[in-house]
């Protein structure tokens, strides 16, 4: 069975802090999506990425999946209020159309 | 542009009856999914599909029924309600051309 576990499970911050999240796993995908989830609403995809190593910047957010493929991390720097959301990475292994979704971060970004 | 709709937004079932959510999308997209979300935590496959007349089962598939006769609706079907169903049900379409999943707004189903 798949896994892609994420740390942390919460988190809580002042505005203006940097956090990172990861997002692991034992297998290889061959694309990894990061999604952010607001209440009441479905994911919103944020980024993927597909080449180990790969890194992209989307604004303060900068996603980096790993040299092997098997997990990856977002970056926010200087977190505003708006960042607040449960972050979701999910990934597609070679070949099939399933994604597995990881356990997801609730973050909360105080003012 | 609706995207993924989804109906209904809010249902509550007794154990043993039996509903179908329905998850409607107007992209022309080939791909279908069916997740579950249970409160604070990730997304659990429970159906996918490929195209129309094609399905297959996800990680959590027991308990639920899919069909996909068009292109543009895949209807998930439970037919023996039980407590553990209780959740929020997402359907989301992509196109082969992109990795790109697009999510409906949710239904919130409990079983009491």
């Known amino acids: 069975t798949q896994l892609l576990e994420q740390s942390p499970q919460f988190l809580s911050i002042q505005e203006g802090e940097n956090l990172t999240v990861y997002c692991n796993s034992s297998?290889?995908?061959?694309?990894l999506q990061w999604y952010r989830q607001e209440p009441g609403e479905g994911p919103v995809l944020l980024v993927t990425?597909?080449?180990?190593?790969e890194v992209k910047k989307l604004k303060r957010l900068t996603f980096q999946f790993g040299d092997a493929r098997k997990d990856s991390s977002l970056h926010i720097t200087a977190a505003q209020p708006g960042d607040t959301g449960l972050y979701l990475c999910?990934?597609?292994?070679?070949?099939?159309?399933?994604?597995?979704f990881g356990t997801g971060t609730r973050l909360k970004v105080l003012a | 542009n609706a995207g993924v709709t989804q109906t209904p937004k809010f249902r509550i079932l007794k154990i043993g009856q039996s509903m179908t959510l329905q998850c409607t999308q107007d992209?022309?997209?080939?791909?279908m999914y069916w997740y579950r979300q249970d409160p604070g935590m990730g997304l659990k496959l429970i159906y996918y599909?490929?195209?129309?007349?094609?399905?297959d089962k996800g990680e959590v598939p027991n308990g639920y029924n899919v069909s996909r006769s068009t292109t543009e609706d895949f209807p998930l079907r439970l037919e023996l309600a039980a407590p553990s169903q209780t959740s929020v049900y997402f359907c989301?379409?992509?196109?082969?051309?992109?990795?790109?999943?697009?999510f409906g707004p949710g239904t919130r189903l409990l079983v009491l």
């Open positions: 989301a379409s992509s196109a082969p051309s992109e990795e790109t999943q697009y």
């Open positions: 297998s290889v995908f061959s694309s």
């Open positions: 990425v597909v080449t180990g190593g």
């Open positions: 999910a990934g597609a292994t070679s070949g099939t159309y399933k994604y597995i």
């Open positions: 992209m022309n997209h080939n791909y």
């Open positions: 599909s490929v195209g129309a007349g094609i399905t």
